[in-house]
């Protein structure tokens, strides 16, 4: 009987699924004695012996060492600020208007997020705030976005930054 080198490039292929399909039976028989089997052999078959001294390669080509950690602690959903780890921002923030005592330009008080906040404590997210008797004009920093967002607040109003809508009551 003749091969032709067509015959060759169907039956090669299907005699090694065959022995990869036979190795991996027995391995999953016995997977140490099939992996000890293949070790010894590879040692035997070498002509040298390799000495490493070094671990394997486990790092990046792409990134160095603190720009991994940084982007793990992204991951995990905290925000790296010059070196340290913040706390992690939360999926939904809100802006809440409880509530406007005025008076004047200089001497109000409003709770918002369930703080107080006077022309004297402002709460650090705010850029810049101007008061009214019914209505709250806000610059808001949110590190969520990492932009100033412009917002009009009446008392008992919440703002979603998240979905950037307004809920009345």
């Known amino acids: 009987m003749i091969i032709s080198k067509k015959m060759l490039f169907v039956i090669v292929p299907g005699i090694l699924c065959l022995l990869t399909s036979f190795v991996m039976v027995s391995m999953a028989a016995e997977p140490n004695v099939g992996l000890s089997a293949i070790s010894t052999a590879t040692e035997k078959e070498l002509p040298f012996k390799v000495h490493t001294n070094k671990p394997p390669f486990n790092k990046s080509l792409l990134f160095e060492v603190e720009q991994l950690r940084q982007i793990q602690y992204a991951i995990d959903g905290y925000v790296m600020a010059l070196g340290r780890k913040e706390a992690a921002i939360p999926a939904t923030r809100l802006i809440k208007l ?72």
């Open 98 to 169: 409880a509530g406007v005592i005025y008076k004047s330009t200089d001497n109000w008080v409003i709770w918002l997020n369930g703080r107080r906040v006077t022309p004297d404590r402002l709460l650090p997210e705010i850029v810049d705030i101007r008061v009214r008797k019914n209505k709250v004009y806000l610059k808001w920093f949110d590190k969520g976005l990492r932009d100033v967002i412009l917002i009009t607040l009446k008392p008992h109003h919440t703002y979603d930054i998240g979905a950037g809508i307004l809920l009345p009551g």
